[in-house]
T-cell receptor
Framework: GDSVTQMEGPVTLSEEAFLTINCTYT??????LFWYVQYPGEGLQLLLK?????DKGSNKGFEATYRKETTSFHLEKGSVQVSDSAVYFC?????????????FGEGTQLTVNP | DARVTQTPRHKVTEMGQEVTMRCQPI?????VFWYRQTMMQGLELLAY??????LDDSGMPKDRFSAEMPDATLATLKIQPSEPRDSAVYFC??????WGRGRRSGANVLTFGAGSRLTVL
């Protein structure tokens, strides 16, 4: 079945550092890929998405590129802020094989210190 | 901004009691999902509905969990009887899914509620 694997956390960075959170996936079909973010005490919010190979999703300075050859969708940000501290979830959805249900990775806790 | 509303936000109950969690999806969304989040298991899909009809509830323990959509504005998740291992945060999410359309429609974006934190003692 479909699955998503994220780099283990937690990740602790200083403000303005470069961020990478690795995500790889396994899917039988041709999925759409997502990054969701969860701030403390809140639900998940869509951060960015990509629906086909080589698409780049971007939002709020975050970027991720859909790499079919490496089955990856790594999240990057050039300069993190304290307000980016949250849990980040990589997810996939394959409408053809599983409807629109999202399969999530384990989540990566990010803490940014001033 | 349109929101998915969940109630209650927090619930503490004793083992054996019935618990009902409610969700108001975004008006116009045709698909509703229930997820459970725990430290050990992460995010697990419990059930989901399309146009109020249950599509898949294979993630739910059938003997104690039930999910329904009595109307388009309300989805419920009930646990009876509750057990300590049910302690988790339960999320509802809704989306407008173009079933049968092309996979690149981008319509697979879900909006999540803030969650219901359940503690079973």
């Amino acid at each position: 079945g479909d699955s998503v694997t994220q780099m283990e956390g937690p990740v602790t960075l200083s403000e303005e550092a470069f961020l990478t959170i690795n995500c790889t996936y396994t899917a039988t079909g041709y999925p759409s890929l997502f990054w969701y973010v969860q701030y403390p005490g809140e639900g998940l919010q869509l951060l960015l998405k990509a629906t086909k190979a080589d698409d780049k999703g971007s939002n709020k300075g975050f970027e991720a590129t859909y790499r079919k050859e490496t089955t990856s969708f790594h999240l990057e940000k050039g300069s993190v802020q304290v307000s980016d501290s949250a849990v980040y979830f990589c997810a996939l959805s394959d409408q053809e094989t599983s409807g629109s249900r999202l399969t999530f990775g384990e989540g990566t806790q990010l803490t940014v210190n001033p | 901004d349109a929101r998915v509303t969940q109630t209650p936000r927090h619930k503490v109950t004793e083992m054996g009691q019935e618990v009902t969690m409610r969700c108001q999806p975004i008006l116009g969304h045709n698909t509703v999902f229930w997820y459970r989040q725990t430290m050990m298991q992460g995010l697990e899909l419990l059930a989901y509905f399309r146009n109020r009809a249950p599509l898949d509830d294979s993630g739910m323990p059938k003997d104690r969990f039930s999910a329904e959509m009595p109307d388009a504005t309300l989805a419920t998740l009930k646990i009876q009887p509750s057990e300590p291992r049910d302690s988790a945060v339960y999320f509802c999410a809704s989306g407008l899914v173009l079933w049968g359309r092309g996979r690149r429609s981008g319509a697979n974006v879900l909006t999540f509620g803030a969650g219901s934190r359940l503690t079973v003692l």
